[in-house]
Nanobody, 121 residues
Framework: QVRLVESGGGLVQAGGSLRLSCTAS????????MGWFRQAPGKEREFVAA????????SYVDFVKGRFTITRSNAKNTVYLQMNSLKPEDSAVYYC??????????????WGPGTQVTVSS
């Protein structure tokens, strides 16, 4: 069973940057896609970004395109989310997700405990 641990959240001013990290254990990391989701208070969890197992393919939700970048290091069993030009509406708990297969289209099967991101105006 895969275990995911996120880190890197915190408080930042609007326009600032944060880099989230998620380290996975329990299965062969490079085989599976990884993703990031977020959930703001009173809202449903929503997809943010994902990357294929090989790292050759990425996917983003429209409202983060050009601001967020997802990358991975298969040598370190870690996926990253670089977040730039942050806005107050980006405030949420961010969750790392482990894919069901190597491609993003296969969906996600488990999530980490989350890390809080708060963007002040």
């Amino acid at each position: 069973q895969v275990r995911l641990v996120e880190s890197g959240g915190g408080l930042v001013q609007a326009g600032g940057s944060l880099r989230l990290s998620c380290t996975a254990s329990g299965r062969t990391f490079s085989i599976y896609a990884m993703g990031w989701f977020r959930q703001a208070p009173g809202k449903e969890r929503e997809f943010v970004a994902a990357i294929s197992g090989s790292g050759s393919s990425t996917s983003y939700v429209d409202f983060v395109k050009g601001r967020f970048t997802i990358t991975r290091s298969n040598a370190k069993n870690t996926v990253y989310l670089q977040m730039n030009s942050l806005k107050p509406e980006d405030s949420a708990v961010y969750y790392c997700a482990a894919g069901r297969g190597g491609e993003v289209s296969a969906g996600f099967v488990s999530w980490g405990p989350g890390t809080q991101v708060t963007v002040s105006s």
